[in-house]
């Protein structure tokens, strides 16, 4: 099975940086997304991992390390519509299948 | 852009009668997905489906949920006899092939209201 964990909520400033973390435990590991949702829409692509190391991707990076099961999406510069609830993902191949944590709600405030 | 569709963007139907949601994915990718959201929860995954058949289905994905592909552009999911407790929002994903790195598209969702 999955277990996908993250944080339920945090809060920060705008202008400031935020890391939210995601650790897994999978049987088959494919490669780690993340996504970003604003109530009511659809997920969006945000980041993909698969070898360990950041990407930097302009405001948004994310790193993973697999021996760990552990990755953190970083939000540099935060603007008031980077709130939103933040997705972490595992891939595994067979089965094709792409499996999501909880997600973390996060509230930018002036 | 290309994006992925889905119809209707609101249902609303009476406990046990049947459903079918529709989605057309982005045309030259060959995964699909279903995922559900009930409201204030996480995305779950539902089925994914590949070359005309089932990949891989959760616990939830029972024998009153199906997914057809019938012609070379829908893929629809079908719930027989609808419950409460399926209401929610479904979404509909599409991959291209190719590498795994490839990401999912989501469609804007059917947001589904069972009473």
């Known amino acids: 099975g999955q277990n996908i964990d993250q944080p339920t909520e945090m809060t920060a400033t705008e202008g400031a940086i935020v890391q939210i973390n995601c650790t897994y435990q999978t049987s088959g590991f494919n490669g780690l997304f993340w996504y970003q949702q604003h109530a009511g829409e659809a997920p969006t692509f945000l980041s993909y991992n698969v070898l360990d190391g950041l990407e930097e991707k302009g405001r948004f990076s994310s790193f993973l390390s697999r021996s760990k099961g552990y990755s953190y999406l970083l939000l540099k510069e935060l603007q008031m519509k980077d709130s939103a609830s933040y997705l972490c993902?595992?891939?595994?191949?067979?089965?094709?299948?792409?499996?999501f944590g909880g997600g973390t709600r996060v509230l930018v405030k002036p | 852009e290309p994006e992925v569709t889905q119809t209707p963007s609101h249902q609303v139907t009476q406990m046990g009668q049947e459903v079918i949601l529709r989605c057309v994915p982005i045309?030259?990718?060959?995964?699909f997905y279903w995922y559900r959201q009930i409201l204030g929860q996480k995305v779950e995954f539902l089925v994914s489906?590949?070359?005309?058949?089932?990949?891989?289905k959760s616990e939830i994905f029972d024998d009153q949920f199906s997914v057809e592909r019938p012609d070379g552009s829908n893929f629809t999911l079908k719930i027989r006899s609808t419950k409460l407790e399926d209401s929610a929002m479904y979404f509909c994903?599409?991959?291209?092939?190719?590498?795994?790195?490839?990401?999912?598209?989501f469609g804007q969702g059917t947001r589904l209201t069972v009473v």
């Open positions: 045309s030259n990718h060959l995964y």
């Open positions: 489906f590949y070359n005309n058949e089932i990949s891989e």
């Open positions: 993902a595992v891939f595994k191949a067979a089965g094709n299948k792409l499996t």
């Open positions: 994903a599409s991959r291209a092939v190719g590498t795994p790195n490839t990401e999912a598209f």
